[in-house]
């Protein structure tokens, strides 16, 4: 089994800045592909940036340039740096990994969320 646990999530100003991590632990042979996703109310779950395990990213339009996504291999870590919130942010942030576990099966686990909350 494998457990994703999130941090860092809470309420901030518009205009200012929140880093949230997520560590996975458990039955890991490798991890993959890692990402963070969010879920506003009303809204459908959608990518904010991904990261593989070389360090390749991807990001949303709506957050380049303000959101940077990193990883620590070594502790099975992804972190988002998150600057020049805006209200339109606020959302349950989730992360994501793709696994290979101790045996050798490809699964995607997700954590259970943070919420952020950016006032206007």
């Known amino acids: 089994q494998v457990q994703l646990v999130e941090s860092g999530g809470g309420l901030v100003q518009a205009g200012g800045s929140l880093r949230l991590s997520c560590a996975a632990s458990g039955s890991i042979f490798r991890v993959n592909a890692m990402g963070w996703y969010r879920q506003a109310p009303g809204k459908q779950r959608g990518l904010v940036a991904t990261?593989?395990?070389?360090?390749?990213?991807n990001y949303a339009d709506s957050v380049k340039g303000r959101f940077t996504i990193s990883r620590d291999n070594a502790k099975n870590t992804v972190y988002l740096q998150m600057n020049s919130l805006k209200p339109e942010d606020t959302a349950v942030y989730y992360c994501n990994a793709a696994v290979t576990t101790t045996n050798y099966v490809y699964l995607t686990y997700w954590g259970k969320g943070t919420l952020v909350t950016v006032s206007s």
């Open positions: 990261i593989t395990s070389g360090g390749s990213t």
